[in-house]
């Protein structure tokens, strides 16, 4: 019985796609700098002129797909982060939205091969997506680890 796992070797040429969107900045800033951070302490070049990193902003999480999709199919990327925050209102739109990012971001896994790390923070108050985005915790660094792990593991499947 073989067993896979990514094991964070030989991430040095990894290299990594952020999407992040614009709305709920105050969020998603910080989920990003919480991102960067895990994957500077973990070997990945984040400065601006890394090669091994690039950062898109998007208007809102509903861009995200389709935006992933188009750095995913380019072929410079073992892995997409997404980055976005979703907070409950009055309205139905909350459920078109998280529905749809999610939908469309395991949508990009699926039909690229390449992982995307679905990062959007789907919360009832702002609270709540400021306490998972750095006053208790910051997400952003786990969906980092995230993708070193998956781009580890994509490198041992068979046929990869």
Sequence with gaps: MATFEGRFTDLG????????ARFNDLVTAKLLSGCLD?????????TAESS???????PGSFELPLVSQNLARSGLYQV???LGAVIRGDTPHFDVV???ASKGIAAVARDTGVPVIFGVLTTDTMQQALERAGIKSNLGWSYGLEALE????MKVLPGH
Excluded: F, P
């Design 98 to 100: 998280v529905a749809e």
């Design 150 to 153: 998956m781009a580890s593991l």
């Design 80 to 82: 997409v982060i997404t």
């Design 52 to 58: 091994q990193l690039d950062v898109a902003w998007v």
């Design 13 to 20: 040429q990894v290299r990594i796609a952020v999407v992040v």
């Design 38 to 46: 895990c994957l500077s302490r973990h070997g990945v070049d984040t």
